[in-house]
């Protein structure tokens, strides 16, 4: 059965529009017809598929304002911030052309024998609402450009930007490689119950064990970039006003709802005094509102439940002793003012949970195996950071995270966007991560 799904603008519960929710019926048609698609985007080779998929991101240049005003109405971040997303995700290709080719030239292995890396046929694309357009095509792209077609469920919160993201592709991208289809976790169950070969899933871990529950069946290929609980550790020699203006910028980006934003902080007891300060002199200059008002940095919560819960962290917090130094528990609708904490302890859910939202949340630590234990128990591995200097690299080694920044947050370059743990495996990003949707064939002659 059809029904419709409206999208909201989270600043103020409006409605911004709407889109009908494909009927779970559909998704199998949906499939059948991207396998269709599939023989034909296959043999087409490389170099033409990514010169068909450069003609179709062209087609988005002229149209970043328009997709930046939408990505922010829906979504909630200040129009530079999506501006940002938006420009990276239209200008990403030539990268990817570049790292593409690495990836997939046949390798000589010796005695007449090659290795290729082929096409697995349909991914499953299924993304979250924080970035809502950077992350999808983070697992679009790879699936096309290695060959494959894809069946693409954007979030339920973000349908809109989605929707004319790909309209604008689908003209000049064959029929049938790129489809979209609507919903929430219905149809994205659906999804991977179906026939598809691959599923690329940037999302939570619960929903991560979710498909891989289900995918388990057809052992379907998995691709999971999942949550996070980032540490960041503060070294006795750290530069502190980089440290503090770091912990904050880290805490708060995108309204604290970002995969590697830093979620709990350690630091040196011994200089604790002197950066809980400063962290409370940056954080109070950070300014909450809608998207469009001059000088925000911190928008609206995605919704009401998300809104909910870190409010739920932040008086479980407080009831256990934590010290709140800045924000707190009492919050107006729909926006988390600037919130510090101290004295964070284990028993706390802020230390075990992703919570979200704009918060530091810091303790202090007397010897450096307890800041790396602590940073270590979670079951989350996907960033961590450390500031300091003649410990900073030895600490770094010790932490169990995909990725790990010294003086600096995690990621750069052309490297892989990885987890650890249960924050996912499967990965994008690099010539490694195109091979994540490939199949390897040994072909001897
Ligand atoms: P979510 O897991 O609730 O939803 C993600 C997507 O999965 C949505 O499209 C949703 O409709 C769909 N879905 C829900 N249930 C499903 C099911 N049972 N089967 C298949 N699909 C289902 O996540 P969210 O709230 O949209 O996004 C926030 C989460 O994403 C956070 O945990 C964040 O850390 C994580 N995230 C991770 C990365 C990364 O690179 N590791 C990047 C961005 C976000």
Not at 392 to 406: K, N, T
Request: glycine residues 10%.
């Amino acid at each position: 059965m059809e029904n419709t799904m409206i999208s909201y603008d989270p600043s103020n519960g409006e409605r911004l529009g709407q889109v009908r929710a494909t009927a779970i019926e559909q998704i199998p048609e949906a499939v059948k017809k991207a396998k269709k698609a599939a023989e034909t985007w296959k043999i087409l080779g490389l170099d033409e598929r990514l010169k068909i998929i450069q003609q179709a991101y062209a087609q988005a240049e002229p149209r970043i304002n328009e997709l930046a005003e939408l990505l922010s109405r829906e979504m909630g971040k200040d129009i530079k911030r999506s501006s940002g997303e938006v420009n990276g995700t239209v200008f990403g290709g030539p990268y990817i052309a570049k790292e593409a080719r690495e990836a997939f030239q046949p390798k000589q292995a010796g005695n007449g024998t090659i290795i290729e890396y082929r096409p697995l046929g349909v991914a499953a694309v299924i993304s979250p609402w924080n970035y809502p357009l950077a992350m999808a095509n983070n697992l679009i792209v790879p699936a096309l450009v290695a060959g494959n077609t894809v069946v693409f469920k954007p979030s339920e919160e973000t349908p809109l930007v989605a929707d004319a993201f790909v309209k604008i592709l689908n003209q000049k991208l064959p029929e049938g490689v790129l489809q979209i289809i609507y919903g929430d976790g219905d149809q994205g169950k659906a999804l991977v119950e179906s026939q598809v070969n691959l599923i690329a899933f940037t999302g939570s871990q619960a929903v991560g064990k979710d498909i891989m529950a289900r995918a388990a069946g057809g052992l379907k290929r998995l691709v999971m970039e999942l949550g996070g609980n980032d540490p960041m550790i503060v070294l006795e020699d750290a530069d502190i006003s980089a440290a503090a203006r770091f912990a904050v910028a880290s805490s708060f980006e995108n309204a604290g709802q970002m995969c590697t934003s830093t979620e709990r902080i350690y630091v040196d007891k011994k200089i604790a005094d002197t950066f809980e300060k400063l962290v409370v002199e940056v954080a109070s200059r950070y300014k909450t509102g809608p998207w469009n008002m001059p000088g925000v940095n911190i928008g609206p919560i995605i919704n009401p439940d998300q809104h909910a819960m870190i409010i739920d962290h932040i008086r479980d917090a407080e009831s256990k002793g934590a010290r709140i130094l800045l924000g707190g528990s009492q919050q107006p609708e729909r926006y988390i003012k600037p919130t510090v904490i101290a004295d964070l302890t284990p028993e706390m859910i802020m230390e075990q949970e992703e919570t979200f939202g704009p918060v530091v949340a810091m303790s202090r630590y007397t010897n450096l195996e307890e800041a790396v234990q602590r940073a270590n128990n979670s079951v989350y591995g996907l960033g961590a950071v450390v500031f300091g200097q003649r410990h900073a690299q030895s600490v770094a080694d010790q932490l169990e995270a995909g990725m790990v920044g010294i003086n600096q947050g995690v990621g750069g370059g052309n490297a892989p966007w990885v987890g650890a743990k249960q924050s996912g495996f499967g990965f994008h990003g690099s010539p490694d991560g195109h091979r994540q949707f490939a199949q390897v064939r040994v072909m001897s002659s």
